[in-house]
C-alpha cells in the first residue's frame, strides 16, 4: 500500500507538468504564427487616417524620389509630400465617392527635380472621384472609367 501512496504525488506532479508544457508550446505556435504571417486587410479600407503612398501616376509606376510620395487626409484636412515639398490643405467628400482636394498649399522648397511633384500636385488637384480596392487607392478626375490620376496603397497607420 505504501507504494501506491508515493507513485500517486509523483504521477500527479508528472501529469501536472506536462500539461504546463502543452499549454506553453500551444501559445508558443499562436504568437509565431501571428508574427510571421502579415495581416489580412479587410475587404475595404478607410479613406482617412491612412498614409497613402503614391504608386502610380497616369497608369505608369511612379518614377523613384528622394521621399516617397503620400497623402493623409484626416479630420477634413489633406495633407503630405510630393517628393520634394509638403503640402496641406482642406478636402471634401460627397455622395458617390466623391472627392475634392484643395486649394492645397506647399512649401516652396529649392528641389532638383519637380516634374514629378508637379504631376502629382496636379493629379491631387485634378481629383473628383476615388475608389479603393484592397489596399489601393486609385484617384479619378471626372471620368472614372479610364485610368486612374494616381494610384496610391496603404501602409498602415500614419
Avoid at 506536462?18 to 495581416?39: G, I, L, R
Avoid at 503630405?80 to 460627397?94: D, H, I, M, Q
Wanted: net charge neutral.
Amino acid at each position: 500500500m505504501t507504494f501506491s501512496f508515493r507513485i500517486y504525488p509523483a504521477l500527479m506532479l508528472g501529469l501536472l507538468a506536462t500539461a504546463a508544457c502543452n499549454q506553453e508550446m500551444n501559445k508558443q505556435p499562436a504568437a509565431a504564427d501571428a508574427s510571421a504571417t502579415p495581416a489580412v486587410a479587410p475587404a475595404t479600407m478607410p479613406l482617412q487616417g491612412l498614409r497613402w503612398e503614391l504608386r502610380e501616376l497616369a497608369g505608369e509606376p511612379a518614377p523613384q524620389t528622394e521621399k516617397m510620395p503620400f497623402l493623409l487626409l484626416q479630420n477634413d484636412r489633406a495633407e503630405g509630400e510630393a517628393a520634394c515639398n509638403g503640402f496641406a490643405g482642406p478636402f471634401e467628400l460627397g455622395a458617390g465617392r466623391q472627392l475634392r482636394l484643395g486649394p492645397l498649399m506647399s512649401t516652396r522648397m529649392a528641389c532638383p527635380d519637380l516634374a514629378v511633384e508637379t504631376r502629382f500636385m496636379q493629379a491631387l488637384r485634378d481629383t473628383r472621384h476615388y475608389r479603393i480596392s484592397a489596399n489601393m487607392l486609385s484617384l479619378f478626375g471626372a471620368d472614372t472609367l479610364g485610368t486612374p490620376l494616381a494610384r496610391l496603397a496603404t501602409v498602415g497607420g500614419k
